[in-house]
T-cell receptor, first 114, second 112 residues
Framework: KAGVTQTPRYLIKTRGQQVTLSCSPI?????VSWYQQTPGQGLQFLFE???????NKGNFPGRFSGRQFSNSRSEMNVSTLELGDSALYLC?????????????FGPGTRLLVL | QQQVKQSPQSLIVQKGGISIINCAYE??????FPWYQQFPGKGPALLIA?????SEKKEGRFTISFNKSAKQFSLHIMDSQPGDSATYFC???????????FGAGTILRVKS
């Protein structure tokens, strides 16, 4: 079974631009979560989607948004990029939503904002 | 607000030794406590997980010890190997969702 795939793997943008990252979950998984990983703040939860509905949202500004499609694929968007948005963005998928469901992480998209 | 505190930040262990990483949490609503292992250039991978109704769980060389009253849990890696060198994260989540709250991570280096 193929794992979680994220595209693109690397991205360079400039301040003020916007970016869209894509995540394809493991086949059959309906829950997708997004995390931001930085050296200073560590791994922080962004949002979680299940059956195209946002179930949970982390403490990030409104510039960060996401959505999930009917095939469970998910995208996250960051508008008006800031230097501090430089990070590794990780997507995780699980069969369902609920504590105890193993979350499988993708390799991440490394975003550099100049 | 750091809800899951992890220590130490880094750890050097001789091959064959025991690696111990500790975590403490604040929110008593947490119901699920996984440990993740991350190698450079890769996403985190689930290593082992525990629920608060058991005090210990062992899978191969990896053991989680859980102390509900102290709100602490730890990962023990027995017979540590150079291939175990990675960053380890403890995490916690509540019953009603997949939102994981991660500790800051521990960089483990096993010397051969």
């Amino acid at each position: 079974k193929a794992g979680v795939t994220q595209t693109p793997r690397y991205l360079i943008k400039t301040r003020g631009q916007q970016v869209t990252l894509s995540c394809s979950p493991i086949s059959g998984h309906r829950s997708v979560s997004w995390y931001q990983q930085t050296p200073g703040q560590g791994l922080q939860f962004l949002f979680e989607y299940f059956s195209e509905t946002q179930r949970n949202k982390g403490n990030f500004p409104g510039r960060f948004s996401g959505r999930q499609f009917s095939n469970s694929r998910s995208e996250m968007n960051v508008s008006t990029l800031e230097l501090g948005d430089s990070a590794l963005y990780l997507c995780a998928s699980s069969l369902a939503a609920g504590a105890g469901e193993t979350q499988y992480f993708g390799p991440g998209t490394r975003l550099l904002v100049l | 607000q750091q809800q899951v505190k992890q220590s130490p930040q880094s750890l050097i262990v001789q091959k064959g030794g025991i690696s111990i990483i500790n975590c403490a949490y604040e929110n008593t609503a947490f119901d699920y406590f996984p440990w993740y292992q991350q190698f450079p250039g890769k996403g985190p991978a689930l290593l082992i997980a525990i629920r608060p109704d058991v005090s210990e769980k062992k899978e191969g060389r990896f053991t989680i010890s859980f102390n509900k009253s102290a709100k602490q849990f730890s990962l023990h890696i027995m017979d540590s190997q150079p291939g175990d060198s990675a960053t380890y994260f403890c995490a916690a989540s509540k019953l009603n969702g997949n939102k994981l709250v991660f500790g800051a991570g521990t960089i483990l280096r096993v010397k051969s």
